[in-house]
């Protein structure tokens, strides 16, 4: 989406230190952030407007209070959704694994999401047993 943006958008901030790994810090700046009018298709919901634009669906409801759930909207409603996932993100990348260990995802009202990853195992051995039906660890 943002190909010809990639050098104004991503910003590297050099290594930082988490959970006890070093990482490569990673800024998203997206300046194109906000609100616009959509104008609801036949067959579309909330859900399908949200993953066709690739935003948040609930933010969708956030915006439109009229909007009772998912499902509340009609072919010729307009409602407002936001045109990107997010105003910034920020992502720690393990430098060995290269694997995400923290993202954190603000919105024009600030922090909107975060997720930590920690005491991950790469790879673990899982035994053969562990899918039978009979496999009692997880107690059903």
Same mark, same amino acid.
């Given at each position: 989406?943002?190909?010809?943006?990639?050098?104004?958008?991503?910003?590297?901030?050099?290594?930082?230190?988490y959970?006890?790994?070093?990482?490569?810090?990673?800024?998203?700046?997206?300046?194109?952030?906000?609100?616009?009018?959509?104008?609801?298709?036949?067959?579309?919901?909330?859900?399908?407007?949200?993953?066709?634009?690739?935003?948040?669906?609930?933010?969708? /409801?956030?915006?439109?209070?009229?909007?009772?759930?998912?499902?509340?909207?009609?072919a010729?409603?307009?409602?407002?959704?936001?045109?990107?996932?997010?105003?910034?993100?920020?992502? /720690?990348?393990?430098?060995?694994?290269?694997?995400?260990?923290?993202?954190?995802?603000?919105?024009?009202?600030?922090?909107?999401?975060?997720?930590?990853?920690?005491? /991950?195992?790469?790879?673990?051995e899982?035994?053969?047993?562990?899918?039978?039906?009979?496999?009692?660890?997880?107690?059903?």
């Open positions: 989406k943002y190909n010809h943006k990639t050098d104004q958008i991503l910003k590297y901030q050099g290594k930082v230190k959970n006890n790994r070093m990482c490569y810090k990673i800024f998203v700046d997206n300046k194109d952030f906000e609100y616009v009018s959509h104008k609801v298709e036949i067959r579309q919901s909330v859900l399908t407007i949200a993953k066709r634009y690739f935003v948040p669906e609930h933010m969708i /409801l956030e915006l439109n209070p009229n909007i009772a759930d998912y499902y509340d909207v009609e010729g409603d307009i409602l407002i959704r936001p045109n990107d996932y997010a105003k910034s993100i920020t992502l /720690l990348i393990d430098v060995e694994n290269y694997i995400p260990l923290k993202l954190i995802v603000h919105d024009d009202k600030g922090l909107y999401e975060q997720y930590e990853f920690m005491d /991950l195992i790469l790879n673990p899982i035994p053969t047993n562990e899918f039978d039906k009979d496999f009692n660890d997880y107690g059903f």
